[in-house]
Nanobody, 129 residues
Framework: VVELVESGGTSVQPGGSLRLSCSAS????????MAWFRQAPGKAREGVAC???????EYADSVKGRFAISRDNADNTLYLQMTDLKFEDTATYYC???????????????????????WGQGTQVTVSA
């Protein structure tokens, strides 16, 4: 049994768009800090975006203006709408949930300080011509 399941990753052309989904099981996305992370081969994991239970949003500088994190409470699903995709966006994308964690500037540097209890299995996004 997996609490979070990502989907939507595929191969896309530069400049293309893609929407990733993270379906939650027993946890409620509106009651958690939800976040998207990504990791490229040979590179460190990095935070992409977060949304908390109050709807506060934060984005990594590298994706601001291009990505949008959102949730559908009725479907209990987290989304990441990705536009103007670039080669450097190529990575495995993971969703994660924390019951109590901030979604404020610098949030991505504090993963170890808070209980990101649930992680999805990841979905691969490959941007290539």
């Amino acid at each position: 049994v997996v609490e979070l399941v990502e989907s939507g990753g595929t191969s896309v052309q530069p400049g293309g768009s893609l929407r990733l989904s993270c379906s939650a099981s027993t946890l409620t996305v509106s009651n958690n800090l939800m976040a998207w992370f990504r990791q490229a081969p040979g590179k460190a994991r990095e935070g992409v975006a977060c949304i908390n239970g109050y709807g506060s949003l934060e984005y990594a500088d590298s994706v601001k203006g291009r990505f949008a994190i959102s949730r559908d409470n009725a479907d209990n699903t987290l989304y990441l709408q990705m536009t103007d995709l670039k080669f450097e966006d190529t990575a495995t994308y993971y969703c994660a949930a924390a019951t109590f964690a901030p979604c404020v500037p610098g949030w991505e540097t504090k993963v170890g300080q808070y209980d990101y209890k649930y992680w999805g299995q990841g979905t691969q996004v490959t941007v290539s011509a």
